[in-house]
């Protein structure tokens, strides 16, 4: 009795494109639809409260010049989407997410080359982003387009039950700030965010503490999507003390800055859920107290 050959199983062709303003809504539908997925399936709240937020954070992104979008499609229809900052000298990745009904075709590793690819032509020198520690196959994928784990990063929200530092004076940042906060970042970083600090200037959100009549640290925002640098824990104890909550999820601890990490913790904080930044090309170890956005 002859037997037949069954025809091999073809994948569906996937096309990775620029992505358009008009591409928002159904990547911020995919977008929160896969965090809420994975984390729920790890036991760990959504980064996103409601479709809404997250087509919010892809429209502003898609429509910023300061970032390279692209999308995902197949038969036409979009099933993923990745954005690169590139904002600074080092760039950002994410958010990065694949619609949960399209994944184990590839969709992760082409959205990620197409941003890495980018990067590289445009010569910069880096490239960052922050991974969910809970989710080992974005681990792996990350591991093997060529990024080191850097830095573990615990997500924390709350209010702190101290208000205030003493010998610490926070308040609203001002375009004359920018630049001695810009040399701050370089010294404890390497490089400044001119554009991003520029941005949360012009959006009310950025601060500055002072001690010593000296601008000592600033923040973009207190928030999953700001970032922090400072002069020494103090002057960042000064800053998250500053405010009755973060915005999103939370701010990004290193968890290695045990004296940081036990203020918080002896604050009221929580820890909502480990993540780990991750590099690729030029890292500086930072020279100073520092929280990461979930961009880098």
Not at 136 to 157: A, H, K, V
Not at 193 to 218: K, N, S
Not at 279 to 290: E, F, V
Request: glycine fraction near 10%.
């Amino acid at each position: 009795m002859g037997s037949e050959i069954m025809p091999p199983k073809t994948q569906p062709e996937v096309v990775v494109r620029t992505a358009q303003p008009e591409d928002a809504p159904a990547s911020g539908q995919i977008c929160y639809n896969a965090f809420s997925t994975i984390n729920a399936t790890h036991g760990f709240p959504c980064d996103f409260p409601a479709s809404e937020a997250a087509t919010g954070v892809l429209s502003m992104m898609f429509a910023n010049p300061g970032f390279y979008c692209v999308v995902a499609e197949s038969d036409g229809r979009i099933i993923g989407s990745n954005c690169l900052d590139e904002r600074s000298v080092i760039r950002g990745i994410g958010p990065i997410t694949i619609d949960p009904a399209a994944r184990n075709i590839g969709v992760g590793r082409k959205l990620m080359q197409a941003v890495i690819d980018r990067a590289n032509e445009r010569g910069a020198p880096g490239i960052r982003l922050v991974q969910a520690a809970f989710h080992n196959r974005s681990l792996s994928l990350y591991t093997s387009l060529g990024f080191d784990i850097q830095e573990p990063l615990s997500c924390m929200q709350g209010r702190t039950l101290e208000r205030s530092i003493p010998g610490c004076h926070v308040r609203p940042a001002n375009p004359d700030d920018a630049e001695p906060c810009n040399a701050l970042s370089r010294r404890v970083h390497g490089v400044d965010r001119g554009v991003d600090l520029a941005q949360a200037i012009e959006q009310a959100t950025a601060l500055v503490v002072e001690r010593g009549g000296r601008i000592t640290g600033y923040t973009t925002h207190l928030a999953f999507f700001g970032h922090s640098t400072t002069e020494t824990n103090v002057d960042l104890q000064a800053l998250i003390a500053s405010v009755e909550s973060f915005a999103g999820p939370g701010i990004l601890v290193p968890s290695r800055n045990h004296v940081l990490m036990r203020w918080c913790l002896a604050n009221g904080l929580r820890v909502v859920q480990p993540m780990t930044l991750m590099t690729a090309g030029l890292y500086n170890q930072p020279s100073g107290a520092w929280l990461p956005s979930v961009l880098y």
